[in-house]
């Protein structure tokens, strides 16, 4: 690359602009520092970065205001990471129309605040601790709790723009609920990892805040216990807002059998109220839950999500209908195997299964080797679920597919991404 990454972003942005050579290790990706990171102020200075890192042959990762921890595919250096942590603002909000138009680098706790005031909230509930941003989530597609009501990140989004590999900026979608004719792009950028280009704003669907905010939960012991109180509240066909089991208990030991399930009603005082009393008596009356409280509930599910976006080693499955025990006995066989005990939170309003190996805190955890993840990825798919990483080691994140690649699948992800990123510098399935 000749001169270091950050030296020639030196000449192409001010000062402000570019990442001091002692603090890229902030920002590092699959476990090496970048050789620069870029904060620039305005489309063309991004413009700029792309050109010059297509004429050095760098890869640009797109990113919020932290470090990347989720790219699409193992990535060659030199490498300059791309970020959006000086697009914070907000660009329009409609609190009539509820919608909300703002810069992918704005916070979501930031907009939390801005929407209340006005009786409305975002229904973005992703894991990770505070300082999540707009971009980062919407990029990664990854949801918590509430996408099983409320819809994944990619339902939340009614348009966004969208700088491509070779600088062009498309405005994809709009600002009003119905406002698609033709292919719905935006669906297909939720969740692209960086690998179409870089979120420089979005469009936002705003929901009425609730007047209350309920959790009920009950402690359970294992797994049978676990999804036989789970079933009981999915057989009530109620409106909840969340229902995870979560084994063990956030904050509990991950070697404990006991857990517990943690159900969310949101809404009218009235009909929250019913809610929990047909809640409480599926899972035994009200001597057998707890009540949680707005903040007492957040803090719980916030715990979780902490818990999945700070593990060594994290994964979603999605479950075939009605394969909830096939699943959790998939996941504790990886300890069976020599492994960690895993956590396990199970969703009772969709189909996805997460699971991890918490790392810190103690005595460095054993993951699966290759060969027993590789089974496991193998017995899951035979199983007909799907498997997603999150955090992984390099050799655990890309085993490979046991089952090997659909030629026509490839032949179209590399038809995308040469339209999208025609100058191939940004990060994705490497072309053949």
């Known amino acids: 690359m000749g001169d270091g990454g950050a030296s020639f972003l030196e000449r192409l942005l001010p000062s402000e602009g570019v990442e001091s050579p002692g603090e890229l290790g902030k920002w590092r990706v699959q476990g090496r520092a970048p050789d620069g990171v870029a904060f620039p102020a305005d489309l063309d200075q991004a413009r700029a970065v792309l050109r010059v890192a297509r004429e050095r042959r760098c890869t640009v990762v797109p990113a919020g205001r932290g470090p990347v921890v989720n790219v699409p595919a193992p ?13 914070g603002g907000v660009k329009r909000y409609e609190p009539a129309d509820l919608t909300l138009r ?54 939340q989004v009614l348009g ?26 935006v669906r297909l950028v939720v969740g692209s990892r960086g690998s179409l280009g870089l ?23 294992g ?28 904050g509990g030991n ?44 957040r803090a719980l599910f916030r715990e979780a999500g902490a818990r999945e976006a700070s593990s060594s080693f994290s994964v979603r499955v999605t479950v075939p ?10 996941v504790h066989g990886l300890a069976r195997r020599g492994s960690s005990a895993p956590w396990v939170h199970l969703s009772g309003l969709s189909e996805v299964l997460r699971m991890g190996i918490a790392g810190g805190g103690g005595p460095d955890p054993k993951l699966p080797s290759p060969d027993v993840w590789t089974h496991f990825l193998r017995t899951a798919r035979e199983g007909g ?48």
């Open 75 to 87: 990535i060659s250096p030199p490498t300059i990471v791309l970020s959006t942590g000086r697009w």
């Open 102 to 155: 703002v810069e992918s680098g704005a916070l979501l706790e930031t907009l939390d605040g801005i929407t209340r005031e006005h009786g409305q909230w975002l229904a973005l509930d992703p894991p990770g601790a505070p300082g999540r941003t707009v971009g980062s989530v919407l990029a990664s597609g990854v949801g918590g709790p509430w996408s099983g009501s409320f819809g994944a990140p990619r339902d």
């Open 160 to 185: 966004l723009g969208l700088l491509q590999g070779d600088g062009t900026h498309l405005r994809l979608g709009g600002d009003v609920v119905k406002n698609v004719a033709g292919f719905d792009l």
């Open 199 to 221: 979120i420089t704003d979005a469009s936002l669907r705003l929901h009425p805040a609730p007047e209350v905010d309920r959790t009920l939960t009950v402690p359970v012991e």
């Open 223 to 250: 797994v049978e216990e676990g999804v036989d109180a789970l079933k009981a509240v999915q057989g009530l066909l109620l409106p909840l807002a969340a229902v995870e089991l979560l084994l063990p208990s956030p």
């Open 254 to 297: 991950t070697g404990s059998a006991g857990g517990v399930l943690a159900v969310r009603i949101m809404g009218w005082t009235a009909a929250v109220d019913r809610m929990s009393e047909k809640v409480a008596e599926s899972l035994g009356g009200w001597e057998a839950v707890s009540v949680l409280e707005e903040q007492e509930g």
């Open 321 to 330: 209908s009605g394969a909830r025990e096939e699943a959790v006995a998939w």
């Open 385 to 432: 679920a799907g498997v997603r990483v999150l955090h992984a080691p390099d050799e655990l994140r890309w085993p490979g597919v046991p089952s090997g690649v659909d030629p026509v699948a490839h032949a179209l992800s590399t038809g995308i991404r040469d339209t999208f990123d025609p100058w191939g510098i940004l990060p994705g399935v490497p072309r053949p």
